[in-house]
């Protein structure tokens, strides 16, 4: 009888929304190896825990093998557990970063979980056949092979005692696996629901050490074959068009994309192929952090669709020090703004709250400078504690005094085969160098950067202040502290905030495990009305839900600016053009609870012709532009934006758990109306 292997990625389906919306290359990479070299086995790849359940249920197979990723690892030992309940005697195998340096602890934890078999250390591609084949030739027997020894591994002896065979080194070779997406493994998978991902090289030559990656065992990188590459690119481009013409976006894996010269050729072939097939419209990836030069080049050879991701995570000296960050040169990151501000391109930056050394003040004179710089996004995430990274082992936790908690990962929770499984993950929320108290000010700043700057919403009204001199940080500024009035605009929108952010922390795993797990809890947790994403969940809420609100505030604390540095009195008739340029940022941007709502076209009255005054340059004496009589608008959508945002609403739809993904991957121009005068001939159409 041939022997079945399930090869599994999973990823958690939060009621209809994708935790993970990426396709599972790992897998892949297992599956194409396995393949060539142990063809006697049926092996399959899953994504989808609804699908594996069922194949379980059809035919129980005689090896599992599931990844262990931060966001997957109660869902795979969930389908470990459901495997061993219906045939005791198949082998569980599981592989990936998602586990401690330290020996003792990883054998600590495989011990906590009796129903993995064996624990593959480093990279599974050749590990995961080599482990079938010593399968194999113990008879198909789990308690034979019990008396093997496993190369790479911790796995359970005859007694059940745990053995350790130490990680093996890397495989320079990489061009040796075989591509799983030209060998049509993901072709089911183009289902518009997932988005294709490659990888052009592996390795990172950096150390930073809360990244799984930053390890010495990363170091040295190694490249797949551009060739390979581009015969990727191009079957992708197909089986989008025949399958799944909605999905535009492709997700680059690299630690450092467009880095390296050959990331540049590959940015010309895949501009190409837009050409051709107007896919991709976005690209997913992690650029470069010391090449600008070749960062610039790779994102104009693509029209767009890449955008600059500046991961600075710290512009203090002392804590890129600590976290072995200091090869990064931040001059680097100094001469892609110029760059890009200059060539009308955009860029993105991260900043990690919580490193080792970082205070309050200095992580908001970092968001002063990447803000006042112009960065267009920024993304400002809290330090997660990776297992498989250098902060996350003991010594560091007492090291830099870590108070950690514990929450849900966003959209990390189902129930497949009867059961529950929930993912959570652990945050530091204060050290020795931010209090608690720091840290919930430094989220407020957070929620103000993801609901007000980011995606260029306000970039006029935030120009013209700057023609009187106000510094954006300080216009951000001024936006919280409308937002931190009582009753003000948008109050209630950071009120919540606040109070979610205080609530979605629990001090021990079990603590917050138990709490989902309530019968109540979960049903919420399911709905997304708790424990998803805080940031992107408001930012989302801003954009489709309150979006006038969130208008009346930034304006408000505009106008408060503007009036402290005399503009009432140097801008004849301010009130009626204040009004009407909150009512142009307010109309031009698409908003709405449903689909329809977000796509429709919208109207209104204007006294001021707003669209000559912007194009203008927005120059203080606004009374050349006022009408001679009011003119009504329309606010429309140009055929390429509407196009794409029904696109992304078709994949991630207008609920709220949806948007939560959506507003991660859309470009500001598909949510923004283009104002058109109504001419009376228009009227009478």
């Known amino acids: 009888m041939t022997t079945t292997v399930y090869l599994a990625d999973l990823r958690h389906n939060y009621s209809g929304v994708l935790s993970n919306d990426c396709m599972p290359l790992c897998v892949g990479y297992l599956k194409a190896v396995m393949d060539r070299d142990v063809p006697e086995v049926s092996s399959r790849i899953f994504a989808y825990p609804d699908r594996l359940w069922a194949a379980m249920e059809d035919q129980v197979p005689d090896v599992l093998m599931l990844s262990n ?33 330290e020996p003792d602890r990883q054998t600590a934890w495989v011990a906590d979980h009796p129903e993995i078999d064996v624990y593959v250390l480093g990279e599974g591609d050749f590990l995961a056949s080599e482990v079938v084949q010593q399968y194999l ?29 130490e990680t093996r080194p890397r495989k320079r070779a990489v061009e040796e696996i075989p591509s799983p997406i030209l060998a049509g493994l993901f072709d089911e998978f183009f289902d518009g629901k997932l988005a ?54 492709l997700r680059i894996v690299d630690a450092n994309f467009g880095m390296y010269e050959r990331d540049v050729e590959l940015c010309e072939h895949i501009g190409r192929v837009q050409k051709q097939t107007g896919w991709p419209t976005f690209i997913d990836a992690t650029t470069g952090k010391n090449r600008p030069d070749r960062v610039i080049r790779a994102i104009e050879k693509v029209n767009g669709a890449l955008v600059v991701y500046q991961a600075v995570q710290s512009l203090d000296e002392d804590v890129l020090n600590r976290i072995k960050r200091k090869n990064i040169k931040l001059d680097a990151y100094r001469d892609v703004m110029i760059h890009i501000r200059g060539r009308g391109l955009r860029s993105n930056s991260d900043l990690i709250l919580a490193l ?23 993304h400002n995430l809290q330090l997660i504690l990776l297992k498989g990274s250098e902060l996350e ?13 514990y929450r849900v990962i966003p959209k990390m929770a189902g129930i497949y085969g009867g059961g529950t499984a929930i993912d959570i993950e652990e945050v530091v929320v204060a050290t020795d160098a931010l209090s608690f108290d720091d840290y919930l ?29 106000i510094e954006k940080f300080e216009w951000l500024e001024a936006v919280i502290a409308i937002m931190r009035r009582p009753g003000g605009r948008a109050s209630d929108f950071h009120d919540r905030f606040l109070s979610e952010t205080k609530a979605e922390l629990f001090p021990t795993h079990e603590a917050c495990e138990a709490f989902y797990r309530r019968e109540e809890n979960l049903a919420k947790l399911l709905e997304g009305e708790i424990g998803d994403n805080l940031v992107y969940k408001y930012r989302a809420i801003a954009s489709f839900r309150l979006w006038p609100e969130i208008v009346a505030c930034a304006m408000e604390a505009t106008k408060e600016l503007l009036e402290a540095r005399g503009a009432r009195g140097r801008i004849s008739g301010f009130d009626a053009f204040w009004d009407d ?68 609403l078709q994949v ?19 949510q923004t109306r283009e104002a058109v005068a109504v001419t009376e001939s228009d009227a009478r159409g």
């Open 393 to 405: 082992t003991l010594e560091s936790r007492k090291e830099f005094a870590f108070d950690s908690r």
């Open 581 to 648: 340029f909150t009512r142009y940022i307010e109309l031009g941007h698409a908003y709405g609870e449903s689909v329809e709502e977000a796509l429709a076209d919208a109207e209104g009255i204007l006294h001021y012709d707003i669209v000559a005054w912007i194009a203008a340059g927005r120059p203080v004496d606004v009374g050349p532009f006022e009408h001679a009589a009011p003119v009504r608008y329309r606010f429309v959508f140009d055929e390429e934006s509407r196009t794409h945002l029904a696109e992304a």
């Open 137 to 165: 030739d113990a008879g198909a027997s789990l308690e034979r092979l019990r008396q093997r020894d496993l190369p790479s591994s911790i796995w359970r002896g005859p007694d059940g005692e745990l053995r350790l065979d």
């Open 356 to 378: 080792p050394g970082e205070t309050l003040e200095s992580h908001l004179k970092a968001l002063r400078e990447l803000l006042n710089a112009g960065t267009d996004t920024m």
């Open 196 to 249: 294709p991902m490659i990888e052009t090289n592996r390795g990172c030559p950096f150390r930073c050490t809360f990244c799984v990656q930053g390890t010495g065992w990363y170091t040295k990188v190694n490249y797949f074959d551009t060739d390979r590459l581009e015969a990727e690119i191009d079957y992708i481009a197909l089986q989008i068009q025949k399958r799944s013409p909605s999905m535009g976006t």
């Open 441 to 469: 000010t430094a989220r407020e700043y957070h929620l103000a950067i993801s609901a007000f700057w980011n995606n260029d919403w306000f970039e006029h009204p935030i120009l013209f202040a700057e023609s009187f001199g």
């Open 69 to 101: 990723y931060m966001w997957n690892e109660a869902l795979s030992l969930h389908f470990a557990k459901l495997l061993k309940q219906l045939r005791p005697e198949s082998l569980v195998v599981m592989g990936g970063p998602n586990i401690a340096i």
């Open 652 to 670: 991630w739809s207008s609920e709220l758990k949806g948007l939560t993904r959506l507003v991660t991957r859309v470009l500001p121009s598909w």
